[in-house]
T-cell receptor, first 114, second 109 residues
Framework: GAVVSQHPSWVICKSGTSVKIECRSL??????MFWYRQFPKQSLMLMAT?????????EQGVEKDKFLINHASLTLSTLTVTSAHPEDSSFYIC??????????FGSGTRLTVV | GENVEQHPSTLSVQEGDSAVIKCTYS??????FPWYKQELGKGPQLIID?????GEKKDQRIAVTLNKTAKHFSLHITETQPEDSAVYFC????????FGDGTTLTVKP
């Protein structure tokens, strides 16, 4: 079945630094990937849609200069949290669309900014 | 855009009993409805999905039903086991997926 690998699974960084999270589709090509943020005991909040070879589409209220998304190949999308602050601490999850219907999620990245 | 409502937010059942989680959606263009199980500290895992041209789908102890006219779909888990305890999310896809707020299912041994 479709597998999406997300790294790192957890990261702790200092306030003001940047953190990059990778999302890879291992056995299929994903022209579209999605990035979500999840607060404790809450649902998945779509942050942006990442399209291979073009600019990402951000949801309302999500700062595109804060959360940089790059989808340079059909198997890799990256999310960079720039100048991270404690309020950026959260669980970030990517998903990749294999067909018109199927979505597979990565295992998530727990970001803690201290 | 699509709006998905999920009920209940928490559900506690005895081992062996059935559990039912219900979702409603607003966009009639939605044509794909997945259900995900999320265990603590992990990403959501697809457990079953249904497309708009099907009314019911079953996979062992898990089944999903869809009523397109009423715009609601449900997850049914029979013979629940403690390992079924997790947060369950429903989704509705009209181009991009929108998710319900999740249901925390607790199966008591």
């Amino acid at each position: 079945g479709a597998v999406v690998s997300q790294h790192p699974s957890w990261v702790i960084c200092k306030s003001g630094t940047s953190v990059k999270i990778e999302c890879r589709s291992l056995d299929f090509q994903a022209t579209t990937m999605f990035w979500y943020r999840q607060f404790p005991k809450q649902s998945l909040m779509l942050m942006a849609t990442s399209n291979e070879g073009s600019k990402a589409t951000y949801e309302q209220g999500v700062e595109k200069d804060k959360f940089l998304i790059n989808h340079a190949s059909l198997t890799l999308s990256t999310l960079t949290v720039t100048s991270a602050h404690p309020e950026d601490s959260s669980f970030y999850i990517c998903s990749a669309r294999q067909s018109n219907f199927g979505y597979t999620f990565g295992s998530g990245t727990r970001l803690t900014v201290v | 855009g699509e709006n998905v409502e999920q009920h209940p937010s928490t559900l506690s059942v005895q081992e062996g009993d059935s559990a039912v989680i219900k979702c409603t959606y607003s966009d009639s263009a939605s044509n794909y409805f997945p259900w995900y199980k999320q265990e603590l500290g992990k990403g959501p895992q697809l457990i079953i999905d249904i497309r708009s041209n099907v009314g019911e789908k079953k996979d062992q102890r898990i089944a999903v039903t869809l009523n397109k006219t009423a715009k609601h779909f449900s997850l049914h888990i029979t013979e629940t086991q403690p390992e079924d305890s997790a947060v369950y999310f429903c989704g509705a896809n009209a181009g991009k997926s929108t998710f319900g707020d999740g249901t925390t299912l607790t199966v008591k041994p």
